[in-house]
């Protein structure tokens, strides 16, 4: 069935550091591709998104290029920030009769001064 | 503004009672869903609802009940609490525009059952 593949975490960085948090995908079709972000004691919210195979999603710094070739959509940041400490989900949408989420396991980020 | 709203935020209880969770959006949004997030963090969709219908069960016990009284809302009603059932509860909420279909998420409900 469809599922998403994350690295595994948790993953700790010095502020300034170069970011990378990998996801693959398995699934039938063409589906979008989102990564969320969970800040400590929140919600999920967007942090990008590609629709189709080369779209690149960007906000915030961060980036991911979908990658049809090798299903993946790897999450990178050039530059971190202690505030980008939080837990990112990788996740892609699937439409049977209706869409849905399907996420990966979620990668806890922690950025030291 | 706060675009999908989650009460309560916190809620303990004791093992066999019966809760419930309630989901409002503001977005005019008319699809939405509830999630469950385990303590290992990891999401599971439970239920989504278009128009006030049921259109996705994710083989959730028959314990757990939601409904739609209309497309602003979806409550997450809970008989006979178990153990298992602590977790985080997230209602999310979407419109159907084909290609743009991004699910806003709530702050979440934290429910231990003692």
């Known amino acids: 069935g469809d599922s998403v593949t994350q690295m595994e975490g948790p993953v700790t960085l010095s502020e300034e550091a170069f970011l990378t948090i990998n996801c693959t995908y398995t699934a039938t079709g063409y589906p979008s591709l989102f990564w969320y972000v969970q800040y400590p004691g929140e919600g999920l919210q967007l942090l990008l998104k590609?629709?189709?195979?080369?779209d690149k999603g960007s906000n915030k710094g961060f980036e991911a290029t979908y990658r049809k070739e090798t299903t993946s959509f790897h999450l990178e940041k050039g530059s971190v920030q202690v505030s980008d400490s939080a837990v990112y989900f990788c996740a892609l949408k699937i439409i049977q009769g209706a869409q849905k989420l399907v996420f990966g396991q979620g990668t806890r980020l922690t950025i030291n001064p | 503004d706060t675009a999908v709203s989650q009460t309560p935020k916190y809620l303990v209880t004791q093992m066999g009672n019966d809760k419930s969770i309630k989901c409002e959006q503001n977005l005019g949004h008319d699809t939405m869903y509830w999630y469950k997030q385990d303590s290992k963090k990891f999401l599971k969709i439970m239920f989504s609802?278009?128009?006030?219908?049921?259109?996705i069960n994710e083989t959730v016990p028959n314990r757990f009940s939601p409904k739609s009284p209309d497309k602003a809302h979806l409550n997450l009603h809970i008989n006979s609490l178990e153990l298992g059932d602590s977790a985080v509860y997230f209602c999310?909420?979407?419109?159907?525009?084909?290609?743009?279909?991004?699910?806003?998420f709530g702050p979440g409900t934290r429910l231990l059952v003692l």
């Open positions: 590609a629709t189709k195979a080369d």
């Open positions: 609802y278009n128009n006030k219908e049921l259109i």
């Open positions: 999310a909420s979407s419109l159907k525009i084909p290609g743009d279909e991004t699910q806003y």
